[in-house]
């Protein structure tokens, strides 16, 4: 089963829209990531937050982290069409010893010009 | 830099043949890990290494194994291939277990017939 669930599963903008994703999770986490997977390419990390933080910036990036409902929202202001790619969020699960990420199937986002 | 590679890019076996896919990096990185990305799926863990010598099964490690050769290098061996199989393979880097983010190869795109 998946850690992480992401919705929508995929969402299509206007260039200069805001871009908005969901992750939800289940164990308790150490922290949570996201990255980004251009078509045909690897995953590129984004932004980690940990769990004692409830919001974190990062130039047009802002995730938020709320630990009471297990979810996390990435949302990426004044979207570009360089930003259209396939968004995963992975968390850190305190019950995994080891501390290895499992990953959420992802959201596609298509921004047009 | 050229930060995780991994090769090939593409491969067909027929079911039955055997292949081993290459992974190395050059970040000088502890941990080392393999994952496989169907649709629809996020990426499924296959094997990880935490440290050089040391190798472990992640969610899906049947029909696999693996070689931690060295620091640099990772591989992901295929020893008869099942349709099953068919799948991008991501080889990724991580300096070392925890919060640390983890970097990620271009895949291996894999059809078995």
């Known amino acids: 089963s998946q850690q992480g669930e992401e919705d929508p599963q995929a969402s299509s903008i206007q260039e200069g829209e805001n871009a908005t994703m969901n992750c939800s999770y289940k164990?308790?986490?150490?922290?949570l990531q996201w990255y980004r997977q251009n078509s045909g390419r690897g995953l590129v990390h984004l932004i980690l937050i940990r769990s004692n933080e409830r919001e974190k910036h990062s130039g047009r990036l802002r995730v938020t982290l709320d630990t009471s409902k297990k979810s996390s929202s990435l949302l990426i202001t004044a979207s570009r069409a360089a930003d259209t790619a396939s968004y995963f969020c992975a968390t850190d699960s305190t019950t995994d010893s080891w501390g290895k990420l499992q990953f959420g199937a992802g959201t596609q986002v298509v921004v047009t010009p | 830099n050229a930060g995780v590679t991994q090769t090939p890019k593409f491969q067909v076996l027929k079911t039955g043949q055997s292949m081993t896919l290459q992974c190395a990096q050059d970040m000088n990185h502890n941990s080392m890990y393999w994952y496989r990305q169907d649709p629809g799926m996020g990426l499924r863990l296959i094997y990880y290494?935490?440290?050089?010598?040391?190798?472990d099964k992640g969610e899906v490690p049947n029909g696999y194994n693996v070689s931690r050769l060295n620091k640099r290098e990772f591989s992901l061996r295929l020893e008869s291939a099942a349709p099953s199989q068919t799948s991008v393979y991501f080889c990724a880097s991580q300096r070392g277990q925890g919060a640390n983010e983890q970097f990620f190869g271009p895949g291996t795109r894999l059809t078995v017939l």
């Open positions: 164990t308790s986490i150490n922290n």
């Open positions: 290494s935490a440290s050089e010598g040391t190798t």
